[in-house]
């Protein structure tokens, strides 16, 4: 939802939000119609600088608005496309900036929940209101809108596209290795979008890419590794997910890491010609094992093998994918239950215990009435009954 147009400022401004101070004609426009602040519902205070009772803040929705070329290499038309947005002046919100604090400090969205706070912003908030506490996982996913910084003598070249009007810049360190390459521009994207290298002059290789995934628009973070002219995306990050892609030297997967912890574990199988999951692990411990690509039956994919559980027990399956059934249960303290039927059907048969002592069963699932025990010394007990009531042989 779009904030109200009649609270929004429309004067010229900076490229990322900061703290403002109101003039008295602004927080009078700003006030009229009965307007007030969205965290407050105070009028809008004028003349309320950083660090005074009610400093106020601005947040623009076009953040990265007259970003599309790096500082020192503006000419006066793009200073001034820098305060428009498709030729109305840029907008933003203004708030107290203690109450937008106490919002942002756990919340990466603004109070409208029309865009996400730059890095920026947040921190010059911290700076004034977080006390030196913890800076939260969230803050590293946050947007930056100021261009990257590859020391005092860094060089930028302007390289202008073949066609579409469209351009991006290469920056250069001071001994003149190539250190970025931006995205194509004019974009929204933010200016620290775009393939970054290391190593020296002459032998640069790729080192990240970061970029906005066309779907998703989620921040997209992908790391490269190997040498020059043979690099490869070794692991992929989306920030906002928490969660890390890695792959082989083919650019197969291999594995994905979720944010809340569950990792899934992958392997190339030939009959379906893609990566499929043979391991899953959970945070509360369990693990799922899958079969792992056979050449000598390559028809045979990822079907469920085993279930490893926190407390020690295992389950074992055998069959084909989708159609596994459970032949093995193993509780930690070594004792076990054997199982026949198909999936959905087992059946307990046999159960072993660590003594030596092994329990037989008949009947069909969950009707496993017990017909003979034999002991750890080869004594054998048959008995009879239904399940519950069963009683040894005279």
């Given at each position: 939802?779009?904030?109200?147009?009649?609270?929004?400022?429309?004067?010229?401004?900076?490229?990322?939000?900061?703290?403002?101070?109101?003039?008295?004609?602004?927080?009078?426009?700003?006030?009229?119609?009965?307007?007030?602040?969205?965290?407050?519902?105070?009028?809008?205070?004028?003349?309320?600088?950083?660090?005074?009772?009610?400093?106020?803040?601005?947040?623009?929705?076009?953040?990265?608005?007259?970003?599309?070329?790096?500082?020192?290499?503006?000419?006066?038309?793009?200073?001034?496309?820098?305060?428009?947005?498709n030729g109305d002046a840029r907008q933003y919100a203004v708030y107290d900036?203690?109450?937008?604090?106490?919002?942002?400090?756990?919340?990466?969205?603004?109070?409208?929940?029309?865009?996400?706070?730059?890095?920026?912003?947040?921190?010059?908030?911290?700076?004034?209101?977080?006390?030196?506490?913890?800076?939260?996982?969230?803050?590293?996913?946050?947007?930056?809108?100021?261009?990257?910084?590859?020391?005092?003598?860094?060089?930028?070249?302007?390289?202008?596209?073949?066609?579409?009007?469209?351009?991006?810049?290469?920056?250069?360190?001071?001994?003149?290795?190539?250190?970025?390459?931006?995205?194509?521009?004019?974009?929204?994207?933010?200016?620290?979008?775009?393939?970054?290298?290391?190593?020296?002059?002459?032998?640069?290789?790729?080192?990240?890419?970061?970029?906005?995934?066309?779907?998703?628009?989620?921040?997209?973070?992908?790391?490269?590794?190997?040498?020059?002219?043979?690099?490869?995306?070794?692991?992929?990050?989306?920030?906002?997910?928490?969660?890390?892609?890695?792959?082989?030297?083919?650019?197969?997967?291999?594995?994905?890491?979720?944010?809340?912890?569950?990792?899934?574990?992958?392997?190339?199988?030939?009959?379906?010609?893609?990566?499929?999951?043979?391991?899953?692990?959970?945070?509360?411990?369990?693990?799922?094992?899958?079969?792992?690509?056979?050449?000598?039956?390559?028809?045979?994919?990822?079907?469920?093998?085993?279930?490893?559980?926190?407390?020690?027990?295992?389950?074992?399956?055998?069959?084909?994918?989708?159609?596994?059934?459970?032949?093995?249960?193993?509780?930690?303290?070594?004792?076990?239950?054997?199982?026949?039927?198909?999936?959905?059907?087992?059946?307990?048969?046999?159960?072993?215990?660590?003594?030596?002592?092994?329990?037989?069963?008949?009947?069909?699932?969950?009707?496993?009435?017990?017909?003979?025990?034999?002991?750890?010394?080869?004594?054998?007990?048959?008995?009879?009954?239904?399940?519950?009531?069963?009683?040894?042989?005279?």
């Amino acid at each position: 939802m779009l904030p109200c147009l009649d609270r929004l400022s429309l004067h010229p401004a900076a490229s990322i939000g900061e703290f403002y101070e109101l003039s008295d004609t602004e927080a009078a426009e700003l006030n009229a119609n009965n307007g007030k602040d969205p965290l407050t519902f105070d009028r809008y205070p004028s003349n309320r600088p950083r660090g005074s009772d009610g400093a106020t803040f601005r947040l623009f929705w076009n953040q990265s608005g007259g970003l599309n070329n790096p500082p020192g290499h503006r000419t006066d038309e793009e200073e001034e496309a820098a305060a428009a947005d498709n030729g109305d002046a840029r907008q933003y919100a203004v708030y107290d900036a203690k109450m937008l604090w106490d919002w942002h400090k756990t919340h990466p969205r603004d109070p409208y929940n029309t865009l996400v706070i730059s890095r920026e912003d947040w921190m010059e908030l911290y700076e004034d209101y977080g006390n030196n506490g913890p800076i939260p996982n969230f803050v590293e996913t946050l947007p930056s809108y100021q261009w990257p910084d590859f020391g005092p003598n860094t060089r930028w070249v302007k390289q202008a596209a073949a066609l579409g009007g469209k351009w991006t810049w290469v920056a250069f360190d001071g001994d003149g290795a190539m250190r970025f390459k931006s995205k194509w521009r004019p974009t929204d994207e933010p200016p620290t979008n775009g393939l970054y290298f290391n190593g020296p002059k002459g032998d640069e290789r790729k080192m990240r890419l970061e970029m906005r995934d066309r779907q998703t628009k989620h921040r997209v973070i992908k790391h490269y590794t190997g040498t020059r002219g043979h690099e490869y995306v070794r692991m992929q990050v989306v920030p906002s997910e928490g969660t890390k892609s890695y792959y082989d030297h083919n650019e197969r997967l291999e594995k994905i890491a979720l944010g809340d912890g569950e990792v899934h574990y992958f392997a190339y199988y030939p009959h379906k010609k893609e990566s499929l999951i043979y391991k899953t692990e959970w945070p509360n411990g369990t693990i799922l094992d899958r079969a792992r690509p056979d050449r000598l039956r390559p028809r045979v994919l990822n079907a469920k093998r085993k279930v490893t559980f926190s407390d020690g027990s295992v389950q074992e399956y055998v069959g084909a994918l989708n159609q596994e059934r459970l032949i093995k249960l193993t509780f930690a303290s070594g004792n076990f239950v054997e199982y026949e039927g198909n999936k959905g059907q087992e059946r307990k048969v046999k159960y072993t215990r660590t003594s030596g002592e092994v329990a037989e069963y008949e009947g069909d699932r969950g009707e496993e009435r017990l017909v003979k025990v034999t002991s750890p010394h080869g004594v054998v007990t048959e008995y009879e009954g239904p399940k519950g009531q069963e009683l040894a042989k005279p």
